[in-house]
């Protein structure tokens, strides 16, 4: 089955710096790769998505780019700000629709 | 559009009892569901998927009798958990898709169970 790897596990970064969370894939035939935030004791919610089509997708403060190449797709988060801080996963779906998803990243904005 | 809910959000059972939590498409009709099973400062770890009107998918390692689900309904997924022991305890999520290809998923707001 499909295994996705994710790192940093934890990240810190001041105000208005820029975040990056790093996600691999093993199953080549993945082809959908949402990324999903979650606070505290909440659900998880899709904050930015891409499909295998496409190598970039950005979104005002967030952006997420995708090697297939290398089978490794990044998260971008720019101008952080405090209420960025959360747990963020990242997922792999294959085209069976299962979703895989990564170990997460618990990011800290400092003020 | 696109809300899931999940009930109860929060149960405490003794060892040995079985727990019933209910999944459901508010809004839309859910080709798809899952259940995810997620343990304190981890990941979420699929479970099984869930089709209306056919037998789930588990996945490897997760316990077809322990884990029952049912998918009566294109609105409605359970999942039991049989004759829990404290080990069960966790926090369980269950997510839900509204068509055949791959789309988004809609979480629930997650089922915490504690088991005595």
């Known amino acids: 089955g499909e295994n996705v790897e994710q790192h940093p596990s934890t990240l810190s970064v001041q105000e208005g710096d820029s975040a990056v969370i790093k996600c691999t894939y093993s199953d080549s035939a993945s082809n959908y790769f949402p990324w999903y935030k979650q606070e505290l004791g909440k659900r998880p919610q899709l904050i930015i998505d891409?499909?295998?089509?496409?190598g970039e997708k950005k979104d005002q403060r967030i952006a997420v780019t995708l090697n297939k190449t290398a089978k490794h797709f990044s998260l971008h988060i720019t101008e952080t700000q405090p209420e960025d801080s959360a747990v963020y996963f990242c997922?792999?779906?294959?085209?069976?629709?299962?979703?895989?998803f990564g170990t997460g990243t618990s990011l800290t904005v400092i003020p | 559009g696109a809300v899931v809910s999940q009930h109860p959000s929060w149960v405490i059972c003794k060892s040995g009892t079985s727990v019933k939590i209910e999944c459901r498409s508010l809004?839309?009709?859910?080709?798809?569901m899952f259940w995810y099973r997620q343990f304190p400062k981890q990941s979420l770890m699929l479970m099984a998927t869930s089709n209306e009107g056919s037998k789930a998918t588990y996945e490897q390692g997760v316990e077809k009798d322990k884990f029952l689900i049912n998918h009566a309904s294109l609105t409605l997924s359970t999942l039991t958990v049989t004759s829990a022991h404290p080990e069960d305890s966790s926090f369980y999520i269950c997510?839900?898709?509204?068509?055949?290809?791959?789309?988004?998923?809609?979480f629930g707001p997650g089922t915490r169970l504690l088991v005595l």
């Open positions: 997510s839900a898709t509204r068509g055949t290809s791959q789309e988004t998923q809609y």
């Open positions: 891409i499909r295998s089509n496409v």
């Open positions: 997922a792999a779906s294959t085209p069976g629709n299962q979703f895989y």
């Open positions: 809004d839309f009709q859910a080709t798809t």
